[in-house]
């Protein structure tokens, strides 16, 4: 298989697997017991926290472990609503059209239930938030702002440093889904300086185990849990951690980070590598999103004329893996919420694909892959014409 679906999910690096194995075998103790085992975890939890904080430049007391991106993205916007209403402050949300649907669908269900109200930021063609929207709905005061750092269909960066700014000025929260941003990105590229007030990220997006993740709270930000039980996580999230999971992550993003350089060098050569090859050899194909403004791995193409889903079929039976949309929607039939949110129609939506690269790739693998792509594209626009 070549494997060109890297944003979906990626492989466990050797660092993760070599570190989550004693807690996996016999290093098995529960954090919270007070023999010799449950220290020994405790221990392990506390640098594994300490290593992912020195990542980030902030304090360990800031990171709150999770079963992964969607439960730090569901605590992060329900319980910010929650405390807009516990001070009498009206529990109203924006979020932008292209977020994740960890994002949009716990807003329609804190709606449904009736615990909050929201509105969608608009975004321009090329997938970036619309300032000049934000600034409007801004002055409605909601309780919190999500935007995601880079959309996981397009990799279009977000510009979340002047929307840091325009929340700071008005004292109102931000939240950002970093899902494919830490360790694939400085932050301070993105960022600048500062940090979001909360962010979300996902292990298993840069090497670490899947089920795993962890929010970041600013310190002295209210906001309350969203799993009730025990008192692990400072008594905002219940239950048994997962040692041998938070273990793996922190090694995971220690690898990451080290090599950040390198990965992205080549990350970025195997793309447009790809996408030269792609336009030589396949007419009117385009590309969905910002063409500088993106993850260095991340392509999203228009293949007019070409049914997405029939080339994906026919790519795995090539032995290319790539996603027609976010993994986590790939049951879906409705086109990308995300490209019709950018103008595309709901054709160009349903003839388009998302490529991810990662540093494990080969230039051998994307002339191949290149190729392959390029055959099976035309031969559907060959057909569809007769």
């Known amino acids: ?85 516990e001070r009498g402050d009206k529990p109203f949300l924006v979020a932008t059209e292209i977020e994740h649907h960890a994002v949009l669908e716990t807003l329609r269900y804190g709606k449904r239930a009736g615990v909050l109200d929201f509105a969608l930021l608009p975004v321009s063609r090329e997938g970036r938030a619309d300032l000049g929207a934000a600034k409007a709905l801004l002055e409605h005061r909601p309780a ?111 690898a990451a980070h080290a090599a950040l350089a390198e990965r992205i060098d080549k990350k970025r050569r195997l793309s447009e590598l790809f996408f030269a090859l792609l336009r030589e050899g396949i007419p009117g194909l385009r590309q969905n999103g910002s063409a500088l403004k993106r993850l260095p791995g991340h392509l999203n193409l228009c293949f007019p004329g070409v049914s997405a889903e029939l080339l994906l079929i026919l790519l795995d039976q090539a032995g290319i893996a790539a996603s027609a949309g976010a993994a986590c929607a790939s049951g879906a039939l409705e086109p990308s919420h995300v490209l019709l949110a950018m103008g595309c129609s709901e054709r160009e939506a349903r003839s388009s694909l998302r490529f991810s690269f990662g540093w494990e790739n080969t230039e051998e693998e994307v002339r191949k892959a290149a190729a392959i792509v390029i055959d099976r594209a035309n031969k559907l626009k060959e057909d569809a014409a007769l």
């Open 1 to 85: 298989m070549i494997y060109l679906d890297h944003a979906a999910t990626v492989a466990l690096c050797p660092e993760a697997l070599e570190a989550m194995l004693p807690f996996l075998t016999e290093q098995y103790g529960n954090p919270s017991a007070l023999y010799e085992s449950g220290r020994r975890a405790r221990q392990a939890l506390a640098a594994a926290r300490k290593s992912l904080a020195e990542t980030l430049g902030c304090l360990p007391e800031e990171l709150y472990f999770t079963s992964g991106g969607t439960e730090a993205n569901n605590w992060a916007l329900l319980a910010m609503a929650e405390a807009a209403r």
């Open 144 to 254: 919190l702002v999500s935007c995601m750092g880079a959309n996981n269909e397009t990799g279009t960066l977000q510009p979340l440093r002047e929307l840091l700014a325009l929340c700071g000025e008005r004292n109102i929260p931000l939240h950002s889904d970093l899902v494919q941003v830490y360790g694939q990105l400085p932050f301070g590229e993105l960022l600048g300086d500062a940090l979001p007030d909360l962010f979300s990220v996902s292990a298993h997006k840069f090497g670490g185990p899947k089920g795993c993740g962890f929010l970041y709270i600013r310190r002295g930000l209210t906001i309350g849990a969203l799993l009730h039980g025990g008192a692990q996580e400072r008594g905002r999230r219940a239950g048994t951690e997962n040692v041998a999971g938070i273990v793996g992550m922190a090694a995971a993003a220690r």
